[in-house]
């Protein structure tokens, strides 16, 4: 128990330690008058279609987790899901080193529902697994389109074709998910992914890049793979800290590449501020004292939910 107190102590201050080191390495390389100035020409437009592209992204998101929710046994209205989908959100971008957006839901959905945690937890579990699934088969596919990597595109098509005829194998001999579920909240995990996409094709539009997007779109997927490991607050950090050094590697410009991340970020910020209106306007949501220390203790999943989750 005392690892545990000392962990919860220490959590937050070892994340904005690492995303404060990354954030450094990351402007110690950028002119960040190059940034300033690719804001002063953006146009506005475009990031507010980017926000909802983003906030659509996140609608289909919680009603695919409501399949799995429905799947192990609990059929949630349409609305409350969506307003608990964004409070986990605000939880893990704002309160980090608080309550976490997963233990709230499974600690609400538990105690308001008498429903097991173990059940919740897989559902949050197969919806992880679900988003991976799609975001992979994409950066595959951008993978792929890239001239610069000399790959045949045969060999990354057939190991995601492998890897992923083996997962649905395994999905529906160890998890008890039907065919018809399965299809269902991976056409879903597919939209999601789609629509994070555009959102950076959006971002890229609102910069005005010239350069192709393929490869500024791959890096975006591997940099949300990275910022889902929860070791900076909400993923800042970790992703810019990639789109820098891949962009040595691919046909990416630093500066442009860098103002794509924070671009993301701070629409990801705007998205999650729904979950703090959510939280005092409506009151079934509302926890006491006792029970946000108790999620703190029980904590099932230490993950990172920021929006760019999978």
Not at 114 to 121: E, G, I, M, T, V
Not at 241 to 260: G, R
Request: glycine share 6%; proline share 5%; aromatic share 14%.
């Amino acid at each position: 128990m005392e690892k545990r107190a000392m962990w919860h102590t220490i959590k937050t201050p070892l994340k904005i330690l690492v995303t404060g080191i990354l954030l450094y390495l990351v402007f110690r390389k950028i002119d960040i008058g190059q940034v300033q100035e690719l804001y002063r020409q953006s146009n506005p437009l475009y990031f507010l279609l980017a926000l909802l592209a983003l906030v659509g992204s996140q609608v289909v998101s919680s009603s695919r987790l409501r399949v799995f929710f429905k799947a192990k046994g609990l059929a949630l209205p349409f609305l409350y899901n969506l307003k608990l989908y964004f409070l986990g959100m605000f939880y893990n971008l704002f309160l980090p080193g608080g309550i976490g957006g997963d233990a709230y839901k499974i600690y609400l959905l538990r105690s308001r529902f008498q429903k097991p945690a173990r059940k919740l937890l897989s559902a949050i579990f197969l919806d992880r697994l679900s988003g991976f699934w799609a975001m992979t088969g994409i950066a595959t596919l951008l993978f792929t389109q890239i001239a610069e990597i000399k790959l045949p595109a045969l060999i990354p098509v057939s190991l995601y074709v492998i890897g992923s005829v083996v997962y649905f194998v395994l999905l529906g001999r160890f998890f008890d998910i039907s065919p018809r579920i399965a299809v269902i909240s991976h056409t879903k995990a597919l939209v999601v992914q789609l629509l994070q996409v555009l959102c950076i094709v959006l971002i890229l539009l609102a910069l005005n890049t010239e350069q192709p997007f393929t490869a500024y779109l791959f890096t975006f997927l591997v940099s949300s793979l990275v910022s889902l490991f929860p070791f900076t607050i909400g993923g800042l950090g970790a992703r810019e800290y990639v789109f820098v050094q891949a962009a040595n590697l691919l046909p990416m410009e630093k500066y442009i590449a860098l103002t794509i991340s924070l671009s993301f970020y701070l629409i990801s910020v705007t998205v999650a501020l729904t979950g703090l209106y959510i939280a005092f306007r409506s009151k079934e949501f509302a926890l006491t004292p006792e029970e946000s220390e108790e999620i703190k203790q029980e904590e099932p999943i230490a993950h990172t939910q920021s929006p760019r989750k999978v």
